[in-house]
């Protein structure tokens, strides 16, 4: 058996307020629309991967998700842009990413990073 994907539930009554940052800030598709469920994604090969953390590294918080980008810089002007507040970063990680945390319309805490 291998795993193939791996999908993170978000529990809104507002499903439609993820187009503002998981379609228009972040680039993802809609790749499933049900009306009670909207799955957001990209038909490019992705890894599949799931960690546990007692924080997010460089003490900060242990953030909900994490989604690697290939332009940190691109990334960091749209979230500006898109009027959503920078709670962490951009800074360089002794371990080798730049990255910045944002929080999502649901109050999730996302670390944005790349390699």
Same mark, same amino acid.
């Given at each position: 058996m291998?795993?193939?994907?791996?999908?993170?539930?978000?529990?809104?009554?507002?499903?439609?307020?993820?187009?503002?940052? !998981?379609?228009?800030?972040? /680039?993802?598709?809609?790749?499933?629309?049900?009306? #009670?469920?909207?799955? !957001?994604?990209?038909?490019?090969?992705?890894?599949?991967?799931?960690?546990?953390?007692?924080?997010?590294?460089?003490?900060?918080?242990?953030?909900?998700?994490?989604?690697e980008?290939?332009?940190?810089?691109?990334?960091l002007?749209?979230?500006?842009?898109? /009027?959503?507040?920078?709670?962490?970063?951009?800074?360089?990680?002794? #371990?080798?990413?730049?990255? @910045?945390?944002?929080?999502?319309? @649901?109050?999730?805490?996302?670390?944005?990073?790349?390699?």
């Amino acid at each position: 058996m291998k795993v193939n994907r791996i999908v993170t539930n978000i529990d809104t009554q507002n499903i439609a307020a993820a187009k503002s940052f !998981y379609q228009d800030v972040l /680039g993802l598709d809609v790749v499933m629309d049900h009306g #009670w469920i909207a799955t !957001y994604g990209s038909n490019e090969e992705m890894s599949v991967q799931i960690s546990f953390a007692s924080q997010g590294g460089s003490d900060s918080p242990t953030p909900d998700l994490s989604v690697e980008v290939d332009d940190i810089d691109t990334a960091l002007e749209r979230v500006k842009q898109a /009027g959503f507040p920078i709670e962490y970063g951009p800074v360089d990680e002794p #371990w080798g990413v730049r990255r @910045f945390y944002v929080r999502d319309p @649901f109050g999730k805490l996302v670390n944005i990073l790349a390699h």
